[in-house]
């Protein structure tokens, strides 16, 4: 089984860098790390490609200034190998162009399967996914939360917010994970050292047939207008027991549409 895991590099959340205030975009000129969403992505993949017996998780990541650290920790953790698109022209692509980009290097192969996270943890549009199933012309499965590859075809309990649906649908598909689905691995001694050597195929956009005016600021589909700071936490509120505090919590619940 021959499975595409897309991953996404970004600036550690612990140290996220700066807006740039021209374009409003962050600025990535740091180094990038292992999306954290992404990693449940590659360890699903490593356990599905384990449990068929055999096959390939290989690695698709868009980045600046060929950046290849966050693909690395994937790399450690089992996957065979990584394409890398990196190309000043993709500088200002919105989702779709990202989407673009990163179809164009899966389309180059069949993988049987190519797998993203529900959505990353800087951008987090959740739209990549579902635009890449799009372009390629297939089945996308989205929040899925377990998979079961059977003969040519994939079960998966997809996510809701009262419980899961169980969908089934052929393969090849494009099927993103929520968080949390699987313990990623730590990646060990040996798998760090093994992950040096491994290939990154480096792409371009001329490598992949993408006209440079496609995509990044020239082939952009929307606009950054405004960036606002999020608004601070507000204190909770408190209850004090005076009898009744059951009955106020459980209509806080309801109120929130948790209950
Ligand atoms: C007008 C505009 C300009 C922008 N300019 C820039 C810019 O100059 N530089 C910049 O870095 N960002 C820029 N962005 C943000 C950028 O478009 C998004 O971060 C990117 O398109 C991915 O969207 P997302 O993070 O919301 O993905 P989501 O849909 O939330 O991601 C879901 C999953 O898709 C996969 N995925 C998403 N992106 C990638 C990727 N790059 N490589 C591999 N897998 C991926 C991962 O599995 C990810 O977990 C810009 C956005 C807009 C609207």
């Known amino acids: 089984m021959d499975v595409i895991v897309c991953v996404k590099q970004i600036p550690d959340p612990a140290d996220p860098g700066e807006i740039n205030p021209e374009t409003k975009t962050l600025k990535r000129d740091v180094k990038l790390i292992l999306d954290e969403s992404d990693s449940y992505g590659v360890e699903y993949a490593l356990q599905l490609v384990e449990s068929a017996g055999g096959g390939s998780v290989t690695l698709v990541s868009m980045a600046p200034n060929n950046e290849t650290s966050g693909l690395r920790t994937a790399l450690a953790m089992g996957a065979e190998s990584a394409m890398l698109i990196s190309d000043d022209a993709l500088q200002g692509s919105d ?14 192969s069949n993988p049987d399967l190519v797998m993203a996270a529900t ?21 996308s499965v989205t929040f899925a939360k377990e998979i079961t590859v059977g003969d040519g075809a994939l079960t998966v309990k997809r996510q809701t917010e009262a419980g899961y649906d169980v969908v089934e649908c052929p393969l090849p598909a494009v099927v993103s994970v929520t968080a949390g689905v699987v313990e990623p691995r730590y990646p060990s001694f040996k798998g760090i050292m093994a992950a040096k050597n491994k290939p990154v195929e480096e792409l371009s956009c001329a ?18 207008l405004d960036i606002v700071e999020a608004p601070k936490r507000e204190a909770g509120e408190k209850i004090e027991d005076e009898g009744d505090a059951h009955e106020r919590i459980v209509a806080f619940l309801d109120e929130l549409k948790v209950l």
Request: no cysteine.
């Open 95 to 108: 989702a779709l162009s990202t989407a673009k980009t990163l179809a164009a290097a899966i389309g180059r």
């Open 119 to 139: 959505e990353s943890s800087d951008g987090y549009t959740g739209t990549v996914p579902e635009q890449i199933a799009a372009l390629l012309d297939l089945p």
């Open 207 to 224: 490598d992949l047939g993408i006209e440079p005016t496609a995509v990044g600021w020239a082939g952009g589909g929307q606009e950054i």
